[in-house]
């Protein structure tokens, strides 16, 4: 028999896709060149772990790109690999403290080449992202189609999932521990 998932569980992960949402929203109306559309999933891989992170992760992108970004669907791929390392990142201690700039770039390389892989071969580069306007302008310099998407995937990813764990970081610190706890407890 399947174990039930506790409201307590449903609650975090609609939570976390809420925040995704809404800084997928926030990022694609401002044009920024980071996304934020994964700080619930990091939120969601530190509380819950990586499975439930990467529930998070593809119900934001589906919500996001049935609702106001098309583009945000073909990125899916994305939010399943943040959601699991950043989820094994938070287990094994990479994510706070001195260690966080390591356990980022730990998660956020495989997810600037998948990122990579989908901008590049599904649009060309061009995305409803803010940080299309560097690849192009890495195009303008003479840097080749491929290498402008990825070398733009990767700062923004990075930058972008840094920015992630930071308010992720802040906001689980605020919480007071015997509430962090039950929100956790019965996963």
């Not at 583009?71 to 791929?77: E, G, N, Q, R, T």
């Not at 599904?122 to 070398?151: M, R």
């Amino acid at each position: 028999m399947e174990k039930k998932i506790s409201v307590r569980v449903l609650t975090l992960l609609g939570f976390g896709v809420a925040l995704n949402i809404v800084g997928a929203f926030i990022a694609l109306s401002l044009r920024l060149p980071i996304y934020i559309d994964s700080v619930g999933t990091i939120l969601i891989a530190c509380l819950l772990g990586p499975k439930y992170a990467v529930i998070t992760g593809v119900c934001g992108s589906l919500v996001s790109g049935m609702t106001f970004d098309v583009y945000s669907l073909y990125f899916a791929p994305v939010q399943i690999s943040t959601g699991l390392l950043a989820g094994l990142m938070y287990q094994k201690g990479f994510l706070s403290g001195v260690k966080t700039p390591i356990g980022v770039l730990i998660f956020a390389l495989p997810t600037s080449i998948i990122s990579s892989v989908i901008a590049a071969m599904v649009f060309g580069g061009v995305t409803s992202s803010g940080s299309s306007y560097i690849v192009q302008i890495l195009k303008v310099l003479g840097v080749g189609d491929v290498a402008s998407v990825f070398i733009t995937q990767f700062f923004t990813d990075y930058a972008d999932k840094f920015v992630a764990v930071a308010l992720v970081g802040l906001g689980v610190n605020a919480i007071p521990k015997s509430v962090r706890l039950s929100m956790t407890a019965n996963k």
